[in-house]
T-cell receptor, first 113, second 113 residues
Framework: DVKVTQSSRYLVKRTGEKVFLECVQDMDHENMFWYRQDPGLGLRLIYFSYDVKMKEKGDIPEGYSVSREKKERFSLILESASTNQTSMYLC????????????FGSGTRLTVV | AQSVTQPDIHITVSEGASLELRCNYSYGATPYLFWYVQSPGQGLQLLLKYFSGDTLVQGIKGFEAEFKRSQSSFNLRKPSVHWSDAAEYFCAVGARGNYQLIWGAGTKLIIKP
């Protein structure tokens, strides 16, 4: 069964910590995405990557960075976590053709205290 | 501007009743259209997709959707809902060669016993 795996379901971090959220896909997809989801705000794109070592800013990149050193892995980094980054983080991947939509991971619920 | 509108934030339906969730889009190119479902605390799962051919598409869990180009709509339907259908539903639009999807804000489905 093809999948996108996010390393943690729940994470609690302290303000100011550097936080790494990891995402791995086994579908050989070219594109990978990081979203955050907050009540009433829907899905907001943070960053995406269409190839290894390539990245593009989404709608809300401030306070985040990403890394894609291998095709299957896309990491989201919170350089200095703040309480307003408490959220559900969703990783997704897709093939370059666009026909099949995205495959999502189960999400990481991050709480910054 | 490209956009997806899901006009209903919440919908309440009695178990066994029929369901229709609305989705309207504004998109310059010939669209690919998707419906996803998100159970509480989970990632998003693809219900169905349309990119060409028959405008009535069948998906998983007994859902179907109809693409109406003249109305720029892609409404999701189910003839008889079950309590397990309680979830949030997202409509999304993309296009051939464009790996980014545009997302609706979601509709939360509540099932009355």
């Amino acid at each position: 069964d093809v999948k996108v795996t996010q390393s943690s379901r729940y994470l609690v971090k302290r303000t100011g910590e550097k936080v790494f959220l990891e995402c791995v896909q086994d579908m050989d997809h070219e594109n990978m995405f990081w979203y955050r989801q907050d009540p009433g705000l829907g899905l907001r794109l943070i960053y995406f990557s269409y190839d290894v070592k390539m990245k593009e800013k989404g709608d809300i990149p401030e306070g985040y960075s990403v890394s894609r050193e291998k095709k299957e892995r896309f990491s989201l980094i919170l350089e200095s976590a703040s309480t307003n980054q408490t959220s559900m983080y969703l990783c997704a991947s897709s093939s370059s053709g666009g026909h099949y939509g995205y495959t999502f991971g189960s999400g990481t619920r991050l709480t910054v205290v | 501007a490209q956009s997806v509108t899901q006009p209903d934030i919440h919908i309440t339906v009695s178990e066994g009743a029929s369901l229709e969730l609305r989705c309207n889009y504004s998109y310059g190119a010939t669209p690919y259209l998707f419906w996803y479902v998100q159970s509480p605390g989970q990632g998003l799962q693809l219900l169905l997709k349309y990119f060409s051919g028959d405008t009535l598409v069948q998906g998983i869990k007994g859902f179907e959707a109809e693409f109406k180009r003249s109305q720029s709509s892609f409404n999701l339907r189910k003839p008889s809902v079950h309590w397990s259908d309680a979830a949030e539903y997202f409509c999304a639009v993309g296009a051939r060669g464009n790996y980014q999807l545009i997302w609706g804000a979601g509709t939360k489905l509540i099932i009355k016993p």
